[in-house]
Structures are given as C-alpha cells and as structure tokens.
C-alpha cells in the first residue's frame, strides 16, 4: 500500500461514509473530517518530501510504486511526487477543507452533493499523484464528469446551458488528449505508458510536430487558452461557491500541469518549434481576459475573466521554457488557485446575502458585513500583485524568468503581459470601490448579518495560505525549483 | 427441390421438405412481425420463427448426423428458452394492456420524445 | 546594527495586532499602543542616526553598512530579491525624517481623529505606512524597494479612501491607486531591462557603476536611444508617479480627501518624495551612465515645479493649495537632483536635494498639520469659509506663519537655506532654468500669503454654524510647536557633512549674490500677497479678471483631469473593453454556441431514421441481412 494512494483512498472513503450519513449534521461532520484528513495528510506529504529531499534523495519522483492493470497496453497505476505536484496536492487539500465549510448550508441534497464533490475531488488527487499516462487520463475523466452534475443540479442562473457547455468543451478537449497519448505511446514505442519512461525515449519529430499542438490544446482547454476559454464565464457564474472554487482554483490548474508535464516535457523539440503561436495566443489570453474584466458587472463574470487572463499567465511562463518562468508558472497556479478560491468563496457568501451578483445593486457593504468586506480586499489585493501576499511573488517570478528570452517577441509580449496588472488594479479597485465601499445601494442590505463561523473558517484559511506564500515564498520556490530543474535540463539538451 | 418431387409417395421424406416447411414458417413469421399492429400477434410471429429454427435443427441433426443427439437437445432447449421468453413478454403485455388499455405497436410511444418541431433547445 | 531591524518589525506588529484587535479594542487604547510603538521606532532610528553619524566615518567617507541581509526569494543563479536592511547617508536621514513626522502625526492624530468610526483602524493603517516607507529607504535592493514602493502605495490608497462611505474618498483613492499602479508598470519594466543585463538587483553593485556590470548593455539600443537609458528613465517613471511629477501628478490633490493628518504624513512629508529618494539612490547610475535621463529629469522637476505653483495661486481649498505647493516643492528637488553633478564640491544639487526634502517634510507636514487645527475648528476647507481667525487659533497660526516663511525662503528660516542651495545649483548648471527657478520661488512666496492672508486675516470671521472656533487641543498644537521649532533651526544643521553624493564632506557655503536675489524675490511675492490679501479689498478680483482665460484654466488645473477622464472612460472603457467583451461574448463564445447549433441541426435532420418503431428496424435488419447475403452469394 502506497503511501500517495491513501490521497485518492480518503475521499473514496468518505464517499462510502457520507452514503451511510442520515441528516445534515453527520453529512458535514463526515465532510469536514474528510477535508480535514487531506488537509493533514498533504502537510505530512510536504514534511516528508522535503525530508527525504534533505536526506539527499535526488530520484525524480519520490514515493515510486506500480501497479500492473491492464497488461494489453502495459497500462500501470503508477504513483509518484515532485515538487511541483506536492505543491499541488497541498493547494487542492487548502481548497477542499475550504470548499467543504463553504458549502455548510447547501442546499438541496446536501449527501448528494458532496458525495460528487469528494468524487470530483479522487479524480484531481489521483490525476497530481499518478505518472502514466492513461491512468492520467482516467483520473482527469473522472474530475471532469461531477463537474456537470454540480452544476447542472446546485447551480444558479442558465445552470442546464453552462454546465453543458462546460463539460463538452472539456469532453472535447480530452478527446484531443486522448488521440495525443495514444500518438505518444505508439510513437515511444508502444510498450509504456508511464511518463518517466516515455521521456527517456525520443518521440520522431515529425510526430511531435502534430502531437504536440493537440496535447498542448488539449489541456489548453482546461487551462483557458484564448479561445477556448468560453466555458469558463458561463461554467464559473452558473456554479454554486464550492464548486466554483474548486474548479477555478485546482481543476483549471489540471491544464496548466499537463501541458507542463506532458506536453512540453515529453515533446520538447516541437515545443520550442511551436512555442510562439501559443505563446501569441496565451499572451493575448493576458491582456484579453484583464480588459473583458474591466467592463463586466456580474461579480462572478468578473472572477472568470480575471482568471482566464492570471490562467493565461500561467501557460504564458510554462512556454517560456526556462526554469525561472515555469517556477513562476507553478507559483502563479497556487497563488492563482488559492485567491480565486478565496474570491468565489466570499462571493458566494455575498450573494447569499444580497441574492444579486450585480455590482451596480451592492454598494457600501464593508460596513454591513465588515469581515467579508475586508476579505474581499485582502483577495482583491491578492489578486493585483500586492507584495506580501501570493500573487506578487508568482507574478514578478514569471517576469523576471520571462525576460531572460531575449528575442523580439518574447519581449514584446512580455511587456503586454506586465501591462496586466494595471489593468487588474483597474477592474479589481472598480468592483471594490462599487460594492464595498460607497452608500449603501439598497436599504434592505442593511439588515444583513456577517460570516458565520464555518464561513469564517474558509475564508481565514485561505488568507493565511495567501499571507504564508506571500510573505514566506523562498521554501515552496526552492521546492517547485528543484524539481524543474531536470525538466528544463532536457528541454535543454533539445534545443 | 426435385429430390421432394423425385421420392414422392416412396414414403422416405427429403431433407428439403423439412427444410421448405420451416423455410415458409420462417417468412411467415418474418412477414407477420412486420406487418401485425397487435403486440400477441407479433409474439406469435416471434415463435414461428424460433418454431422453424427448431424444425431445422431436428432435421439438419437426423440427416446429416443420425447417430448424435445435438441437434434436439438444442431444439428442446431452444423450446424450453421460448417458453420462459413467451411468459415475460406476455407478462409485460399484459401490464401494457392494463396501462393503456391497447397492444396496439403504434401506440406505445410513452418513453418516445415528442415531434423535433416542438423540442428546440436553447443553446 | 541589528537593532535596526526591529525599525520595521515594531510597526509591522503594531499593524497586525491593532488590525487584527480592530473594534475589540476601545479606540484610546488602539491610539496608545500605535502611539508608544511608534515612540520606540523613533528613538531607535534617533539612536541609529547617531551611532551612524559617529562610527561609520571612515577616511571622510561615510561607508553603507548592510545591517541585515536575507534572501527572500531566488529567481535564477544570479537573480534573487533579498530583504535587507542598508544604512548609508540618505537612508539614515530618511529614517529620520519618516520616524519624527509620522510620530508628530500619530500624536497629533490622537486628538484630531477622537471620535471618528474606524480609530483603530486608522491606527492600523498608520503603522502599515510607517512599516511599509520605512522599509522602501532602507532597501537593499531594487526590487525590495519595489515592493515597499506597492505597500507605501496601498498604505496610500487606505488612508485616503479612509471615508469609505464619501464617494469623492473612493474615487480619489481609487485614482491615486491606478495612476501610481501605471508609473510603477514604467518602474518594473526599467527594473527588468536594468537586472536582464547587470545580472543583480543589489544597490551596492549597482551603485558601484562598475563597468563590468554595465558591460552587457554596449551597443544594444531601442528606437536610437541606449537600453540603459530606456531602463533609468522607465525607472524614473515610477519615481514621477509617486511623487507627482507632470503629467502624473493628477492623483495628489485629489489625495487631500482623506484626514489631513495622513495628507501631512504621506502626501506632503515622505511618500510623495520617494521618488526623490528612488533618483538620489540611483544617482550614480543616472550621472555616470545616462546624464540626458538626468537632465531631463531636471526639465520635466522645473516644469512641475512652475506648473504646479501657477495652479496653485488660484485654488481655494486650503488642503488643495497645499498638495499644489508639495508638488511644486518636489519638482524643486528633482530639478536640484538633475542639475547636480557627482563627487565633491560638484555635488551641490544632490546635496541640496536632500537638505531640500529634509526643510521640506518638516515645514510641509507642519503646514499640513496646521491646515488640519484650523480644517477642525472651521469644519470646512474652504478659504471663502474662513478670515480673520488670528485671535482664535493663536498657536496655529504663528506655527503657519513660521512654516510660510520657511517655504517662501526667508532667513533664517529652514527652507532659505534648501531652496537657495538648490537655485545656487541650478544657475550653475544653465541659467535658464536657474531664473525659472527662482520665479517659481517668488511664486511659492506669494501664494503661501495668499493662503496665510485669507485664513488669518482679511474680514472678520463670521461662523456658519453657530460656534465659535477654538485653539486645538494640547495634543494637536504639540506637534505644531515642536515642528516649528524645527523649521527654525534645522537650516543651521551642517547637512553636507551628513549627506553628500558620495559620502564625503560637504561644505555648505551661501553665494550672496544669488541668496540676495532669492530673498527680494519671496520679498517681492510676499509683499505683492499682502497688498492683494492681507485686508479685503478688490485688488485681487480686478487681477483675476485682468488675466480672465489664464485664471481660469488654472482654476481647472489645466484641465489635466479632464483628459485623463477621457482617456479612461472613453478609450479604456468604451473603445478598448467594452468591444473586447461584445467580441467575446458574441464572436468567440457565439463560434461556440455555433457549433452546438450545428450538431444540433443535423441530429435533427438525421433523426428521423430512429423512428423508435420496432417493426421498422425489423425490417431494415432484414432488408440488410438479404443484401448482404445476396452479395456473398452472388458476387
């Protein structure tokens, strides 16, 4: 029994648990526990990894175990870490705990809620932990599927419509992934599907040059590569809190992973090849996704885009192949996932509240509901690259790493994507200033009351993940560096 | 064909006279699942064919094989199949009878969707 | 100097414990724990200052002394932010000037805000900036710097939208947010140029002007200008933003909708002049490397400098005047910083530019401080509201007075000797710019009366709501007093021997001709205010009238504002987001509902063979079984 395996054997446990549950109160004590063993489990996995790290332990992936499962295809669940997917594992725990005391109140079928929920949630566990390449897939397939029944029962608004279109679109991307690993392995050779493996080989280049852009879009999709990025709007704004945090901060990270650890790794010579298009393409998705933020009045329609242009840097620093800027890639995933966790938290709380998403309905609520107000600044400044909190740290990393190109393009759009975070303080001080601050817009907001204790609970955590990064980044950075090393080592050694 | 013709009145029975019966029984059975409206006319459609299948089995098994019993056993067991089919489709023709108060094919359209006119979705 | 550490630790705790405490606490408490914290930082940066000054003199040269020095962040081999603590002249000075205002503001505060909603997290806040200004002079590297730079921003963006519920409060916050946002893209990019090709964030190799360090940048050029230029005037840009230089300058009156006592902390004494301090810090670089970014800076400080001072002769808000005379003081200091040249005796203007932000932030806050003893006895900022208040606000006005006279430059107060070493500067360096320079003080002269006149004297007071205006209490008029103490004796501080542009000795000597020149000009001006001013007469109508066009744009502020409104509601909003919305709404996801709209199509269209007829696929089962029957047989 593989210690990594317990991360997708809690949540199928607390399925079983929460099948047997019978009211509301042993429902969310069975959720909480379930969240709040991951929790732990993901610090122990941290204090191990860096333990056996310090032992000098220099193997690529820690904590190695396979098991055959379909001899055919040589298709093997086969685990193993780095540091960049145990700074995954940590961020989805932080969101899972969170995403549970979010939803305290769900309503209706609260079992059945959170029996997707902590489905959904094996899958993205399993999908960080495993290294071949259709259990991958299967555990991708897996996060995907509850997706469209969340949103589609628990959602609000045109739920039928964005849940829909959300999960086609990523159907559709995965299709496009499943054509590219069957591509990779019969091209690698047909006998492994297991990653480590596969990287050893050489995949000819003339198959790269078609693998790579289906496997890049591919999970571009889940990353909300411009212009695939549509789902994300309607999917996010339809979707109840947890949901949607859970999605924007840990499922859309999924994209940015595998084209990181499947696509560039795996394909590195059509990936210097192609890199400009989608370097054109996430640049734009930077600036495209910022200034779409600037004019919208749905809080939520706000988020998406605002996490359509943060997502777009994140496969913006991956492409740019260097081991500054994909540190940066990794650190902008967590700190993206993390404060847009914390933003549809608190505007799923508001909307309780206020039963509108409108900013041109809300205003002067800092002083109604001080705790969330305060909250939503703290995100808001997050979310602008203020320095202490996490997204400055990601941000100036994909810079600076961004920088070292030296050639024309590289810093044309590198200027484009700095640009951003002016545009950022436009539309986050803009949505601020409208429904925090100002006179109170509706006379029965008055009577409003603050977060409640689980409320409080969520969102406190959150913070102090968002502070933790923000003030302490250099053990996560160090790392998420380590482990990126090799990596861009071998994209290297293509050039 | 001309062997039925060449033994007739010899008191032996061809192989293709078996095979003829069942061959008619077969298409009558065939014509009758098509073109009968009523559910128990169609059940009994059904068993003329699987009648005809067991009628071929018995022959193809005398003629070409006489000294093994494959071929009955599989037309008693297809028999014994049919039977137990025949209950459970005239168990849910009976429920469909007392639902709808019809065996009629063309009417049973409940789990149909409506006419595509009336079903555009919004997307 | 370890201990300089806790400069910044107290402040930052101070902030944690009194945000986190917020309402829990009863406001006096909140007021005295930020109050007391703030008491020890001074006196720790007291103490640092001296054992400095007194030890870190070696040969005639003061040496940088990094106290404190931790990675925070590792970029590449070569690349890491470091948080870090770097004493030298300047930033030892620095934290002087910080400590002493922002402690005179925490006191003065203390009486000012009584009472107000959201004490405590006023107090909060003023820690956050104490923490935030401190941390930015003593950086050791650039990036640190910068990101001091966005909290001294954010502490900024707090404080002034502090009335959250005044909507004037959060668009001036908001604009003061934004516009320093977009200088400080310039600031970034100039850091990413500078680090790409010097390999280091580090002051100290940086200010080296090690050739070897600057090696990588030879030849390599961007529409005919050096990359290094590009990089020192991107830098300067940020430095523009936050200390209000044209066109950037728009966001600093707005900035007086919050307390007054912030608007004398941070948009008068220290933020606004970082940078000031971000050029003196880079001086090196700028004087050996780029000397045109240098003189430019020169031109665009004394274009700031007269602009500001013309707009602010005709402003009637007394809180505005103010921020118009800020602005104009710091273009003064920018312009010294451009004209001066390096080492020695050359450096007059580096050295005049620190003496200058030194006079500065003492009579300035003391300005502003007063501004607030006179706003609260008032209750209006508004000059036509107020006159004759001289027999109620006695301690007020004699401080005002002697802060009026400091900045119009007359002996033997404070800012003659700044400003007069800035105008000796710059008549040195082209004596264009050196008249301008000195018109703009003649300026500053009269519109300081100006201000002086019609708050103290002119017509008798007559009160709007019903009370009599009364002299502040004993915590508010303190810090006046002690602040005007100051302003009178700090131009006699030896400042060269402290600060110079290379560490070295100073000597400060007054050409007198030029400081003859400059006193009958602030004469001049004063004397033109009290003929205008100082009784009510129709004099100052009848030259409004006379330069009718001129008064008025001025009175708009050139109609600055207005553009920057254009720009952003027009082009960012109308022309630029709101079509990439529509396009994104009706081209890109409209793409996407089309495709579902086309599959949906066809699935209809071929729908009809699923009849759901059994008899029917009977049939076609049978149909096809006999084709391809036929086909095996007969073909």
């Not at chain 1, 056996?52 to 332990?57: L, Q």
């Not at chain 3, 944690?16 to 109050?35: E, H, N, Q, S, Y």
């Not at chain 3, 405590?120 to 990101?147: D, H, P």
Request: hydrophobic letters at 55%; one cysteine or more; aromatic letters at 14%.
């Amino acid at each position: 029994m593989n210690f990594l395996s317990i991360f997708v054997i809690i949540p199928l446990i607390t399925l079983l648990a929460l099948y047997a549950a019978r009211n509301r109160k042993q429902i969310n004590l069975i959720a909480a526990t379930g969240a709040t063993l991951l929790l732990i489990l993901s610090g122990i996995l941290t204090y191990l990894y860096l333990h056996e790290r310090a032992m000098g332990n220099d193997s690529l992936m820690l904590f190695r175990a396979d098991i055959l499962w379909y001899a055919p295809f040589n298709i093997y669940y086969s685990v193993g870490v780095d540091g960049v997917s145990v700074a995954m594992l940590i961020l989805t725990s932080i969101i899972m705990f969170t995403g549970v005391f979010a939803s305290w109140r769900i309503d209706p079928l609260p079992k059945e809620f959170f029996l997707w929920f902590f489905l959904l949630s094996s899958g993205v566990y399993g999908f960080f932990i495993t290294i071949d390449l259709f259990s991958m897939f299967m555990f991708y397939e897996i996060a995907l599927i509850p997706m469209y029944l969340l949103i589609g029962i628990w959602g609000t608004g045109r739920k039928e419509y964005s849940a829909m279109k959300l999960t086609l679109m990523l159907m559709g991307g995965s299709a496009l992934l499943l054509v590219s690993i069957l591509g990779i392995y019969y091209f690698s050779g047909g006998d492994t599907m297991n990653l480590l493996e596969i990287a050893q080989r050489h995949i000819p280049v003339e198959v790269q040059r078609y693998l790579f852009p289906l496997t890049f879009m591919g999970f571009g999709v889940l990353g909300a590569l411009f212009p695939f990025h549509t789902w994300s709007p309607d999917g996010h704004a339809s979707a109840p809190t947890a949901v949607s945090m859970l999605h924007a901060g840990v499922l859309m990270k999924l994209g940015g992973y595998g084209a990181f650890r499947v696509a560039i790794y795996l394909m590195p010579e059509a990936a210097h090849e192609q890199a400009w298009i989608f370097l054109i393409l996430t640049g734009i998705s930077v600036i495209y996704g910022a200034f779409s933020a600037v004019v919208q009045t749905d809080l939520k329609y706000i988020n998406a885009y605002s996490s359509v242009s943060h997502c777009g840097l994140v496969l913006f620093a991956i492409l740019m192949m260097n081991e500054t800027a994909m540190t940066g890639a990794v650190m902008q995933m967590l700190s993206h996932g993390l404060m847009t966790a914390l933003f549809f938290a608190l505007i799923g709380m508001i909307y309780g509240r206020t039963h509108t998403r409108l900013i041109t309905e809300m205003g002067g609520l800092m002083k109604i509901m001080p705790f969330l107000g305060v909250s939503y600044v703290i995100a808001g400044l997050a979310s602008l690259g203020l320095p202490g909190l996490s997204g400055f740290v990601a941000e100036m990393t994909i810079f600076v790493g961004a920088f070292q190109e030296s050639d024309t393009l590289h810093r044309i759009l590198t200027i484009v994507a700095v640009t951003s975070i002016v545009i950022t303080a436009v539309y986050i001080l803009r949505v601020v200033g409208k429904i925090l601050y100002g006179k109170v817009q509706n006379p029965q907001h008055e009577t409003l009351s603050d977060a409640t204790w689980w409320e409080r609970i969520s969102v406190v955590t959150l913070i102090i993940a968002i502070v933790a990064l923000g003030s302490l980044p250099l053990w996560i950075s160090d790392m998420i560096q380590n482990s990126i090393m090799p990596i861009v080592g071998k994209l290297m050694a293509a050039l | 064909m001309g062997a039925i013709f060449d033994n007739f009145g010899s008191g032996v029975i061809p192989l293709e006279g078996y095979i003829f019966v069942s061959l008619i029984m077969f298409f009558a059975g065939i014509y009758g699942f098509l073109s009968r409206k009523s559910l128990l006319m169609i059940l009994i459609s059904i068993e003329m064919i699987l009648n005809s299948a067991d009628i071929n089995f018995a022959a193809f098994n005398r003629y070409l094989y006489p000294d093994q019993m494959e071929g009955f056993f599989f037309a008693l067991f297809t028999i014994a199949i049919s039977a137990c089919e025949t209950a459970v489709a005239i168990a849910i023709v009976i429920n469909i009878y007392r639902n709808l108060n019809n065996v009629e094919v063309d009417s049973l359209h409940e789990l149909q969707e409506p006419e595509p006119s009336e079903t555009k979705v919004d997307l | 100097m370890e201990y300089t550490l806790y400069i910044l630790i107290l402040p930052l705790l101070s902030f944690v414990v009194l945000g986190l405490m917020d309402t829990k606490w009863k406001p006096v408490v909140a007021g005295t724990v930020g109050t007391a914290i703030l008491t020890i930082v001074a006196a720790l940066s007291y103490y640092t200052a001296w054992e400095y000054f007194s030890t870190a003199n070696l040969n005639g040269t003061y040496q940088k002394i990094i106290a404190f020095n931790t990675v925070w962040v590792q970029f590449n081999e070569h690349l890491h932010i470091d948080m870090g603590i770097l004493l030298d002249p300047i930033s030892v000075m620095m934290l002087v000037v910080i400590s002493t205002v922002s402690l005179m503001v925490h006191i003065y505060s203390l009486a000012y805000m009584k009472g107000e909603r959201g004490f405590e997290r006023y107090y909060a806040f003023l820690s956050l900036f104490s923490f935030a200004m401190l941390g930015l002079v003593v950086s050791t590297n650039i990036f640190q710097m910068y990101m001091f730079w966005e909290m001294v921003g954010l502490s900024s963006y707090l404080l002034i939208g502090f009335y959250y519920t005044k909507p004037e409060a959060v668009a001036a916050s908001k604009k003061a947010f934004i516009v320093t946002r977009f200088a400080d893209l310039g600031f970034l990019i100039g850091i990413l140029i500078l680090s790409y090709y010097t390999k280091t964030f580090d002051f100290g190799i940086l200010t080296s002007c090690d050739a070897n360090v600057f090696a990588s940048f030879s030849g390599v050029t961007f529409m005919g200008a050096s990359a290094l230029s590009w990089a020192m005037a991107l830098i300067f840009i940020g430095g523009a933003g936050k200390s209000a230089m044209f066109p950037l300058h728009i966001w600093l009156p707005d900035a007086m909708e919050g307390p007054t006592p912030v608007s004398a902390l941070i948009h008068a004494a220290t933020m606004v002049v970082a940078g000031v301090f971000l050029v003196a810090r880079l001086f090196p670089i700028y004087i050996t490397f780029t000397p045109e970014v240098l003189h430019g800076i020169a031109y665009v400080g004394a274009f700031t400098s007269l602009f500001a001072a013309v707009i602010a002769i005709v402003q009637t808000d007394i809180k505005r005047v103010l921020a118009f005379s800020t602005i104009s003081q710091i273009g003064f200091m920018m312009v010294a910083l451009g004209v001066s040249g390096y080492g020695g005796q050359a450096g007059t203007g580096y050295m005049a530019s620190m003496f200058h932000l030194f006079t500065h932030a003492m009579f300035k806050a003391l300005l502003f401080l007063g501004a607030g003893s006179i706003i609260h006895a008032v209750h209006s900022n508004e000059m036509t509201q107020m006159g004759g208040l001289k027999k109620f606000l006695p301690v007020t006005r004699w401080t005002f007075l002697i802060a009026c006279l400091a900045i119009a430059g007359i002996p033997p107060f404070s800012g003659f000797f700044s400003k007069d070493e800035i105008l000796a500067a710059t008549m040195h360096f082209s004596p264009g710019l050196g008249v301008i320079m000195t018109f703009t003080a003649g300026l500053t002269a009269f519109y300081m009366f100006r201000l002086y006149y019609r708050i103290f004297h002119g017509k008798k007071y007559q009160t709007t709501n019903g009370h009599t205006p009364h002299e502040s209490p004993v915590a508010m008029t303190l810090p006046l007093v002690f602040l005007g103490v100051v302003t009178i004796f700090a131009g006699f501080i030896p400042f060269g021997k402290f600060v110079s542009s290379d560490g070295g000795y100073y000597h400060i000597h007054i050409d007198p001709t030029i400081a003859t020149i400059s006193v009958v000009v602030a004469l001049a001006g004063i004397g033109l205010a009290t003929w205008l001013y100082r009784k009510e007469n129709d004099a100052s109508a009848a030259v409004a009238r006379k330069f009718n066009t001129i008064y008025r744009a001025a009175y708009h502020r050139f109609y600055i504002d207005e553009l920057y409104l254009f720009i952003t509601k027009k082009i960012i909003f109308k022309r630029i987001s709101s079509p990439v919305a529509w396009f994104d709404r009706h081209i890109v996801d409209g793409t996407m509902n089309g495709l579902a709209s086309v599959t949906q199509w066809v699935s209809l269209k071929i729908k009809g063979f699923q009849s759901g007829k059994i008899q029917h696929y009977a049939f076609v089962i049978l149909l096809g079984t006999l084709i391809i029957a036929a086909i095996v047989i007969f073909i």
